[in-house]
């Protein structure tokens, strides 16, 4: 038994360390950080059978991401020739795709200006435009694309219009299309924004009722969802951390 644990003596420590890299920058449940650190190799291989290795998906999305700079320059150079509505929209779809939101939001201004009418474009400006932090010019591009199409990105749009709404200070019409938008859609961002909503409107007791049912849906989830969802829980847990800390420190001594 020592002789195969010899054998194998730098590899599991290699697969332990490279388990524990992967552990802190996904960040899944902690349970997982004592298999890796009590099983050695056993404990970080199952780890990685279990986590690592369906990652391989989200990763794969990552490198389409890269191989379209190649097909930007074609687009970029088509639109030099012909600034048609077409190109200058299918040029914005591939900066926004890259997160070159600046660049995005310019090129979707050339096709707005160019006569494009698409509720699509309008959501992509004002997608860009939040990005952008520049949330008084995303409420009119978002209203529009709502007037337009309210079911777009499974009805998305409507969120982020709560949150441009929210974010100038046109509260009572973002409570309208939050209220709205969860609704329409259960998804875990739908349901932590408007959680994160309520508590910064002191809606603290509604805003744990949603927390709640965020948590519940978590526990419910398949485990590729909890994978890919993974950032809006991490954000409900650290909020309903921050509310129940705030209840502590309103009890009477």
Known sequence: MGFVSHLFWPWGLFLQIAAIIHFFKRRPEWYWFYIILIGGALGSAIYIVAEVVPDFGLARQGWQRYSRGSRIAVVEATVRANPSVANLEELGELYFDQRQYAKAREAFDRAIATKADSSRTFYRRGQCEMELL????????????????????????????AQAYAAVGLNDNAAIWFADAVKRSNAPEFLYSYAAFLASQNRNEEARGWLAQLEEKRKTSPRYVQRVERPWFRKARALRSQLEKSSAAKLPA
């Open 134 to 161: 520049d949330y008084a010019a995303a409420v009119p591009d978002l209203e529009e694309a709502v007037r337009g199409d309210p079911k777009m990105d499974g009805y998305r749009v409507e969120l982020l219009l």
